[in-house]
């Protein structure tokens, strides 16, 4: 404890920067733009886009456009042929490969070493510090963290360029004594075979004294069971008593809660949300009671938002972090040091505050169902499951949903297929109650649910055991950075899911 104190301390002058967010804002991230150009300027991006003579914002707006992956790709792809100077300065070594969770193509974003240090990395001890915060008798560094990361097969693209998971491009470039506060060995969390690593991570560190995890709730929840099993014991607590803390990221974890708490049944454990994507470190839990991180604006990432409400307009109104408004639903559009400008990520947030700026994530700017004006957004549908596991003593360990269009003689609805832990009470009081709470979270699907008209009542399959991990290992995304799309205009995954529901 007196370590983990020790090392607090000198987290101080870092707390003392990021409590200047609340009233410094707009300053800080002008500042951040400003370094961004600065840097950029004698790329061919820069070139193109008279970087040399940007002196503000607005300037910035008018001449350099929004991007999407396609748009960037063609530029994207002579980085990793070996190309210097294109969309940031030098030659990016590293590309983290998507995961993909829009579509199944991938995608391959790049990683400078400007956005591993100033960005990544710094996020990480953010997280720590915000942390020390939160918990200010922590014995963090008294014993072994577990980060339980993706695939981590690195591949050469070309000559000194290696593509693959972020996970991987951070533990090859991490410090030698992190090694000394982590497990499992990096050459247990290089493979790259999932079940094999599951069984060696299970092997090497069931009998150490881990105190922290860190990865995404849905592949952690699959390590978790592996080491009661091995263990013999009924709850983690038993294996790891000095267990207090969980960096989740990656999914919502409203509907894995109930399943940590009982697997960790033990009070003073502490759940910390992350915003950690391939494209940069975006946002930090920095309060339990509230489910909102902080929004991170000084490490290398300069923020503008488009309303999802006019997303698809034509030329819908782009906006800096300054003009957000509290409760509105925006798609991210960020640009980095690493040479991604005004590029649309995919994922839609809200703000919860403006001072300073806290988001929850509400979705994907592709992942929601709009067949019938509903807008039904993945934060709407992650709480819905949760409440009406509450109200029926139900357990979910994943779900998609998806539309069943209106044809002759029929009305449309949702279509959903849950994987239970625990199935509920009564499947048609779940069906229920998780339409009450989508009509009382979401009035556009209130609207469209009014005495069946347009949307008739939600319909449920139950998923056999093993369903979603059998349906994600069939298409090549087994791991920690892999996540089971949740919601979908089209009926692709579900009608995949249903099949092979009904083969096994």
């Known amino acids: 404890m007196q370590f983990t104190k020790f090392f607090f301390h000198f987290l101080d002058s870092r707390l003392g920067q990021i409590d200047r967010y609340a009233d410094e804002s707009e300053e800080i991230q002008e500042q951040q733009l400003l370094s961004l150009i600065d840097s950029a300027y004698d790329t061919e991006w820069g070139r193109r886009y008279n970087f040399d003579k940007l002196v503000n914002y607005e300037q910035f707006a008018k001449l350099v ?11 994207i792809d002579r980085m990793m042929k070996g190309e210097s100077d294109i969309l940031w ?33 710094q996020g990480a001890k953010d997280a720590i510090a915000l942390y020390s915060r939160i918990n200010p008798n922590s014995r963090l560094f008294s014993g072994k963290s577990m980060i339980l990361g993706g695939s981590h097969k690195l591949l050469e693209a070309s000559s000194g360029i290696s593509v693959g998971d972020l996970s991987a491009i951070l533990l090859q470039n991490s410090p ?9 060995e990096k050459k247990i969390a290089l ?18 004294d881990v105190v922290s995890l860190a990865g995404v709730p849905s592949w952690m929840l699959v390590l978790l069971k592996a080491v009661l099993e091995k263990s013999g014991k009924k709850d983690i607590t038993e294996v790891w008593p000095n267990l207090e ?25 502490f759940y910390v949300e992350t915003y950690n994507a391939s494209e940069g470190f975006f946002a930090i839990q920095n309060d339990i009671s509230d489910r909102s991180m902080l929004l991170m604006i000084d490490i290398g990432i300069f923020y503008e938002f488009i309303p999802m409400d006019q997303f698809d307009q034509v030329s819908p109104p782009i906006i800096p972090l300054s003009e957000v408004e509290v409760g509105r639903n925006y798609a991210m559009v960020i640009t980095t040091n690493s040479g991604l400008w005004r590029y649309i990520i995919g994922d839609t947030v809200r703000f919860t505050s403006i ?38 003593g139900a357990k979910v360990l994943d779900y998609t949903a998806a539309p069943i269009y209106m044809s002759e003689g029929n009305g449309g609805a949702h279509q959903w297929i849950v994987e ?17 709470a989508l ?5 556009d699907y209130e609207a469209k649910r009014y005495k069946g008209m347009a949307l008739g009542l939600p319909q449920l399959v139950v998923a056999k055991n093993g369903l979603f991990a059998q349906w994600m290992a069939n298409r090549g995304r087994v791991g920690g950075q892999n996540k089971v799309p949740r919601l979908s205009n089209s009926r692709e995954y579900i009608e995949q899911l249903i099949d092979l529901n009904s083969s096994m």
């Open 355 to 392: 001072k300073p700026h806290k988001i929850q994530v509400t979705g994907r700017t592709k992942h929601f169902i709009n067949a019938f004006g509903e807008e039904l957004m993945v934060d709407n549908a992650d709480r819905a499951i949760v409440i009406a596991c509450e109200a029926t």
């Open 176 to 184: 030698e004594y992190f090694s000394l506060l982590r497990v499992p």
């Open 89 to 121: 300065k030098g030659r990016p070594k590293w590309f983290a490969k998507s995961s993909g969770t829009t579509n199944d193509k991938s995608k391959f974003i790049p990683v400078s070493q400007s956005a591993l240090d100033e960005c990544h990395y």
């Open 245 to 269: 803390l969980f960096f989740h990221g990656g999914i919502s974890f409203l509907p894995y809660r109930s399943l940590y708490e009982q697997l960790i049944p033990k009070q003073g454990m």
């Open 191 to 208: 493979m790259d075979e999932w079940e094999s690593k599951i069984k060696a991570i299970v092997e090497s560190t069931y009998n150490q």
């Open 65 to 75: 456009p929004i991007s999407s992956y396609e748009e960037l790709k063609p530029f």
């Open 420 to 436: 239970f832990v625990t199935p509920p009470s009564d499947i048609a009081l779940f069906i229920d109650e998780m339409d009450k």
């Open 439 to 443: 009509k009382s979270l979401n009035s």
